[in-house]
């Protein structure tokens, strides 16, 4: 999976890929924000989705709080 979409929107953006969260609901999807070395949020089929750093069953079961948390241990981040 070709990761530049996710790396041109990195760049529009001013941001590094460690800042950078991506949603997909396809494993290529999922690859390609991990090949960017993005956070990857993937939403549906967890069996499909495994690659993903955080996962949902739908968009419906994002909640902020959670998701922040997900991505703040990923990169290391602490509260203090």
């Given at each position: 999976?070709?990761?530049?979409i996710y790396q041109q929107a990195q ?44 996962l949902v069953k739908d968009t419906a ?20």
């Open positions: 999976p070709d990761p530049e760049a529009l953006l001013g941001l590094q890929a460690a800042e950078v969260i991506g949603f997909e609901d396809a494993s290529a999807g999922v690859a390609a924000i991990k090949a960017a070395g993005q956070f990857a949020v993937g939403i549906g089929d967890a069996r499909l989705l495994a690659a993903a750093d955080y079961a994002l909640q902020l709080s959670q998701l922040q948390a997900a991505f703040a241990k990923e990169s290391g981040e602490t509260n203090g």
